[in-house]
């Protein structure tokens, strides 16, 4: 709390900071009020609904976001397209983090402080959190909203900053804003609705319960009904636009299901498509990576890297021994909006 008030300190000795007819703004006057909401949100249980719009160089593409969150530290995130149809739920409980793909029957399960870091955006007490102990925070008042401007932490090659905006009056979420380091928005976040004091159900946080329920959840795959296309069906390959001087040098295709697309010169790396199974699969040592809409885990094997996602219905995993982690995340969005060769 003492980073936020400092800065806030620095601005209004500055002479930058006023509220309504030009009357000075105590810094404790927000200051507090957010550290009062978060306490009661450690005895709350809160619902959020938003539309989220991720902007980058090879186009745009809109998803819709529903996190339940039960405190102290229990949460599932449900991420689905513009029709509001769920593809993939992001769940944290007593056992751990998981990954479901309620329409594929697919579980993966890792460890990890998600919500700590890429997650704060989804989750509205982990966002007055990065307010709170944020460095560099600008903030201001404007027609009953209180906006806050900060460095993204950790910082990527994709994000630098993010904007956070608030309703002044109940603190409920607005919009959340990442920002590129030319200060263009890469990611928008608008809240909908949001609802405390909900109750929710053990079921509602375990991923078998999910995947069973998966008749009474709505799930897509951009190719259309899921249930229509066999698991088996084949799949015209994907190839990455973010190729850091790479070139594709082999291809083959290991089944009718299964491609293999190898990458040669400063920053070789492979990269694997195939139609997943049902099942649950375990990745103890995975790091969360929020690709904006897209879920991954990252795995550090020490010589090697891999990064592992899902989307419209395959399986990608991108291996590589000299691209870093955010190369990394750069190769897996340039596949987002490309079609099946």
């Known amino acids: 709390m003492r980073k936020w008030i400092v800065a806030v300190s620095a601005i ?11 009357t000075p703004m105590g810094e404790k006057s927000v200051a507090n009020k957010l550290e009062t909401h978060v306490k009661t949100l450690d005895q709350s249980n809160y619902k959020s609904t938003a539309t989220m719009t991720v902007q980058m160089d090879n186009g745009s593409q809109t998803y819709t976001v529903e996190t339940w969150y039960e405190s102290p530290d229990v949460y599932r995130i449900a991420l689905g397209d513009a029709n509001k149809q769920v593809h ?5 409980n007593d056992q751990g983090m998981f990954i479901v793909s309620p329409s594929l029957g697919k579980v993966f399960r890792f460890n990890g402080s998600w919500a700590q870091n890429q997650g704060h955006i989804y989750l509205y007490n982990q966002l007055l959190q990065q307010i709170i102990d944020g460095k ?22 994709v994000v630098a900053r993010e904007r956070i905006q608030l309703e002044a009056k109940t603190l409920k979420p607005q919009m959340v804003t990442l920002l590129d380091k030319q200060l263009k928005p890469v990611v928008t976040l608008k809240y909908t609705s949001f609802q405390t004091g909900v109750k929710f159900s053990t079921s509602d946080f375990n991923p078998q319960s999910i995947v069973a329920n ?7 795959m951009a190719e259309g009904n899921p249930d229509s296309l ?4 084949p799949f015209g390959y994907i190839e990455p636009t973010a190729e850091f001087g790479d070139k594709l040098a082999d291809m083959w295709q290991t089944s009718e299901t299964d491609t293999i697309l190898r990458f040669t010169g400063n920053h070789p790396f492979t990269l694997e498509e ?22 991954a885990v990252y795995v550090d094997g020490g010589t090697a890297h891999q990064l592992l996602w899902t989307k419209d219905g395959v399986e990608f995993s991108l291996t590589s021994s000299t691209l870093s982690m955010d190369e990394m995340e750069d190769v897996a969005m340039s596949t987002f909006y490309q079609v099946g060769k």
């Open 88 to 92: 993939q739920i992001i769940v944290h």
């Open 214 to 220: 998966n008749g009474t959840v709505k799930t897509t």
């Open 12 to 22: 209004l000795v500055m002479g930058g900071l006023v509220v309504g007819c030009g």
């Open 136 to 157: 560099d925070v600008q903030f201001s008042r404007s027609s009953g909203q209180y906006n806050f401007e900060l460095p993204v932490t950790p910082a990527s090659d």
């Open 274 to 295: 195939w139609r997943p199974t049902s099942g649950v699969s375990g990745i103890p040592d995975g790091e969360l990576l929020n690709l904006y809409g897209v879920p």
């Open 230 to 233: 066999a698991s088996t069906s």
